[in-house]
T-cell receptor, first 112, second 116 residues
Framework: KNEVEQSPQNLTAQEGEFITINCSYS?????LHWLQQHPGGGIVSLFM???GKKKHGRLIATINIQEKHSSLHITASHPRDSAVYIC??????????????FGQGTILTVHP | NAGVTQTPKFRVLKTGQSMTLLCAQD?????MYWYRQDPGMGLRLIHY???????AKGEVPDGYNVSRLKKQNFLLGLESAAPSQTSVYFC???????????????FGPGTRLTVT
């Protein structure tokens, strides 16, 4: 079983819909990252959070440390949101070099 | 600032050939990383560096070597390429990773390598 599991693997939505992508992990973590990978391949960091909730524009990320679960929400989705969304966790313990374990990604397609 | 850059963007190698991928960052970051991304799998760490002159193995280091002679550059070498090394390679950098949450990583645009 992967240490980081994302669901769904593929998600199709109509423009304007509210979208939720889930990430569950099985290890102790000190932080969780949400990344966005555009069709051209570039990867951008969206959020880094260790508790609670963060918001940036139409994007909201939440984390529940006790349940080992995080969600990424997109409000009023738009075709330009079409991308792969990747969850990554930083393990507690060990060295402090910022090593991340990545989920397989969720492919989001938003149709006009 | 250019952020993190990678060269080349694309490369095709024959089995047994060697090559070096160059990663450069202009953010004065201490930490640099090389990842590979394969279909159906998450990004996997190949090697990383916590500062100039230091390198360490990640999850999948076999068949690769790295060097960090200058703080801004992190080189990934393939001494004898194999078809299993066909992948997309990403370089990333971050500020020093304190115990705890660490800092966000900034990624380069990727290098698509095909080994035939």
């Amino acid at each position: 079983k992967n240490e980081v599991e994302q669901s769904p693997q593929n998600l199709t939505a109509q423009e304007g819909e509210f979208i939720t992508i889930n990430c569950s992990y099985s290890v102790g973590i000190s932080a969780l990252h949400w990344l966005q990978q555009h069709p051209g391949g570039g990867i951008v960091s969206l959020f880094m959070l260790s508790s609670g909730k963060k918001k940036h524009g139409r994007l909201i990320a939440t984390i529940n440390i006790q349940e080992k679960h995080s969600s990424l929400h997109i409000t009023a989705s738009h075709p330009r949101d079409s991308a792969v969304y990747i969850c990554a966790v930083k393990h507690t313990g060990g060295t402090s070099y910022g090593k991340l374990t990545f989920g397989q990604g969720t492919i989001l397609t938003v149709h006009p | 600032n250019a952020g993190v850059t990678q060269t080349p963007k694309f490369r095709v190698l024959k089995t047994g050939q060697s090559m070096t991928l160059l990663c450069a960052q202009d953010m004065n970051h201490e930490y640099m990383y090389w990842y590979r991304q394969d279909p159906g799998m998450g990004l996997r760490l190949i090697h990383y560096s916590v500062g100039e002159g230091t390198t360490a193995k990640g999850e999948v280091p076999d068949g690769y070597n790295v060097s960090r002679l200058k703080k801004q550059n992190f080189l990934l070498g393939l001494e004898s390429a194999a078809p299993s090394q066909t992948s997309v390679y990403f370089c990333a950098s971050s500020r020093h990773g304190l115990a705890g949450g660490g800092y966000e990583q900034y990624f380069g645009p990727g290098t698509r390598l095909t080994v035939t």
